[in-house]
C-alpha cells in the first residue's frame, strides 16, 4: 500500500536459488514478511533507492500532450469569450446611443407634427369660417340677381328691347354659372373635411330621372341633339339621398349635352340584384384614354384645345365621384378620342344599409 503506481517497469527483484532447501526459502519468506510490516526496514530502503520520487509521479507524454491541449483551447475560450463580451457591450452601447437619439427626433417631430396638425386645424376653422360667411354672403345677392333678370326678361316691369334682352340673358347666364361654381367650392370643401352627410330617404327613381331630363330637355333640343330614355319597368324606388343623386345624374347627363354637338345621347336605367345602374351615353367629342386617369381630380379639365368653349370648372365629376361613393356606389367612364363618352353609376337600392 505505500508503493505508488508505476508507470514504467523497473529492475529491482528479489531472488533465491529454486535448488535451495524449503525451509532456507520458508525462512526467507518470513523475514520478507516481516521486513514489510517495518517502514524502516532494508526492503523499503531497497525499494527507494530503485524507484526515485521523480519516476513515482512522471506522466506519459500523451497525457502531458493532452493536457496542453484541453488548457490551450480552455484559454482560447476565455479569451473569445473576452472579445466576444467586450464586442456585446460596444455593440449595446452604440445601439442604445442611437436609440435615444432616435426617440429625441421623434420626440421632436411630434411636436412638429402636433404643432402643424394645430396650425392646420386653425386653417380649417378659418376656411370653414370664410366658406360659411362667403356661402350666404354671395348666394344671396347672386339669388337676386337671377330673380330680378327673371322678372325683367318675362317683361313684368315693361317691355324690352332685343338688345336688353341679349344683355339681361347674359347677366342672368354669368349670375348663375357663379352661383353653381360657388356651390361647386362649398360641396368639395364640406366633403374633404368630412362635414357633408348623406341624408337617406325613400322615393320613385323613374320619376327623379324623367324630372332631370326634362331639365336638360330644352337645351338637347336647342343643339338638335336627340335624347332617348330607357328605363327598365323593375326601377322603382330606392332609399338614398335624392338632392344628391339627383345632382350627380344631372351632372353626367348636362355634361354629355354640352360636350355633344350632334347626334344622340342615351338615358339607361336597369335593375341588378340589390343595385340600381344608370348609365349616359353620347356621340360627343370624347375622352383621350391618357386623360381618363386624371378625370375625377378636383379642378381637372380635359386639355383639349377646347376649353374655352367648354367652360366648367372641373369640380362636377369630382364632387359626383366622392358623392356617389358616399352611397356606397361607383362610377365608371368608357370613352374613345372623337367616337363619345358612356358614364356610368352604380348604387345600392338602400344605401343604409351600405353603413
Known amino acids: 500500500e505505500d508503493t505508488a503506481v508505476i508507470f514504467h517497469p523497473t529492475n529491482l527483484f528479489f531472488a533465491a536459488p529454486l535448488s535451495g532447501s524449503k525451509k532456507v526459502l520458508n525462512i526467507i519468506d518470513q523475514h520478507l514478511a516481516q521486513l514489510k510490516k517495518d517502514p524502516q526496514s532494508i526492503y523499503y530502503q531497497s525499494l527507494k533507492r530503485w524507484v526515485s520520487e521523480e519516476v513515482r509521479f512522471r506522466l506519459p507524454a500523451w497525457v502531458k500532450t493532452l493536457g496542453w491541449v484541453i488548457g ?74 337671377i330673380g ?64 332631370i331630363v326634362r331639365m336638360v330637355s330644352p337645351t338637347a333640343e336647342k343643339k338638335g341633339l336627340n335624347l332617348k330614355v330607357e328605363i327598365s319597368e323593375k326601377v322603382n324606388r330606392v332609399t338614398t339621398d335624392q338632392r344628391r343623386l339627383e345632382q350627380i345624374i344631372l351632372n353626367i347627363l348636362t355634361n354629355a349635352v354640352k360636350f355633344t354637338e350632334k347626334g344622340e345621347i342615351r338615358v339607361l336605367c336597369t335593375s341588378e340584384n340589390d343595385c340600381y345602374i344608370l348609365s349616359v351615353s353620347d356621340t360627343g ?60 353609376i352604380r348604387f345600392p337600392k338602400n344605401s343604409g344599409s351600405q353603413a
Not at 161 to 190: F, G, P, T, Y
Open 148 to 211: 330680378f333678370t327673371g322678372i325683367l326678361l318675362q317683361g313684368l316691369a315693361g317691355p324690352l328691347n332685343e338688345e336688353q334682352q341679349k344683355q339681361l340673358s347674359m347677366v342672368q347666364s354669368s349670375a348663375r354659372h357663379l352661383l353653381a361654381l360657388i356651390n361647386d367650392v362649398l360641396d368639395i370643401s364640406k366633403i374633404e373635411a368630412g362635414q357633408l352627410a348623406i341624408s337617406l330617404t325613400t322615393f320613385d327613381l323613374k320619376t327623379s330621372i324623367e324630372k
Open 285 to 344: 367629342i370624347g375622352i383621350p384614354s391618357e386623360a381618363i386617369p386624371a378625370l375625377f381630380k378636383p379642378f381637372h379639365q380635359i386639355d383639349t384645345g377646347l376649353t374655352r368653349k367648354y367652360e366648367g370648372t372641373g369640380l362636377g365629376l369630382s364632387i359626383a365621384k366622392r358623392l356617389i361613393e358616399m352611397m356606397g356606389g361607383s362610377i365608371q367612364v368608357e370613352s374613345k378620342w372623337g367616337q363619345g363618352s358612356t358614364f356610368t
Open 72 to 145: 490551450s483551447l480552455f484559454l482560447l475560450c476565455l479569451v473569445g469569450a473576452f472579445i466576444l463580451r467586450h464586442q456585446v457591450n460596444v455593440k449595446t452601447r452604440e445601439l442604445r446611443q442611437i436609440n435615444q437619439e432616435m426617440e429625441q427626433r421623434i420626440a421632436e417631430r411630434t411636436a412638429e407634427l402636433a404643432a402643424a396638425m394645430k396650425k392646420a386645424q386653425e386653417a380649417d376653422r378659418i376656411k370653414s369660417a370664410f366658406l360659411a360667411t362667403m356661402s350666404h354672403e354671395l348666394r344671396t345677392p347672386l339669388n337676386s340677381i
